[in-house]
Nanobody
Framework: QVQLVESGGGLVQAGTSLKLSCAAS????????MAWFRQAPGKEREFVAA????????SYSDSMKDRFTISRDNAKKTMFLQMILLKPEDTAVYYC????????????????????WGQGTQVTVSA
C-alpha cells in the first residue's frame, strides 16, 4: 500500500490557476501508476489525468487536456496537477489515486482500477 495526501485546493475565481499536489509515502511509489480524479456534488467520480511513474507518460481526459497538466517529481515522491483557466464547472473534490504496476492492464481512466486513494482536496471556482 501507498499513502497519499493531497493539498493545494481552495476557493478561486474563474479564469485563474491552481496547482494541486499529491505526496506519496509508504511502499515504493515508483512502482505505482498515479492519477487524479474529481467528484462534484451529486456526480460520479470523474477521471482527470494519469501519469506513469516509470516514464512519466501522461494521459488526460479529453475535456481537460487543454487546461490541465499532470507531472511528478520522483525525488520528492510527489505528483502535481496544474490547472489553468479554471471554470465554475471545475468545482469538485479532487482525489489522488495510485495502483501498483501489476494492475497496469486495468483501464487508467476508471476509478475502479485504483486501490489507493487520498482524502481529497476541495477546489471551488466562483464565477
Amino acid at each position: 500500500q501507498v499513502q497519499l495526501v493531497e493539498s493545494g485546493g481552495g476557493l478561486v475565481q474563474a479564469g485563474t490557476s491552481l496547482k494541486l499536489s499529491c505526496a506519496a509515502s509508504g511502499r515504493t511509489p515508483e512502482d505505482y501508476d498515479m492519477a487524479w480524479f474529481r467528484q462534484a456534488p451529486g456526480k460520479e467520480r470523474e477521471f482527470v489525468a494519469a501519469i506513469s511513474w516509470s516514464d512519466s507518460t501522461p494521459s488526460y481526459s479529453d475535456s481537460m487536456k487543454d487546461r490541465f497538466t499532470i507531472s511528478r517529481d520522483n525525488a520528492k515522491k510527489t505528483m502535481f496537477l496544474q490547472m489553468i483557466l479554471l471554470k465554475p464547472e471545475d468545482t469538485a473534490v479532487y482525489y489522488c489515486a495510485a495502483r501498483h504496476l501489476i494492475y497496469s492492464g486495468r483501464p487508467y481512466y476508471l476509478a475502479s482500477g485504483y486501490d489507493n486513494w487520498g482524502q481529497g482536496t476541495q477546489v471551488t471556482v466562483s464565477a
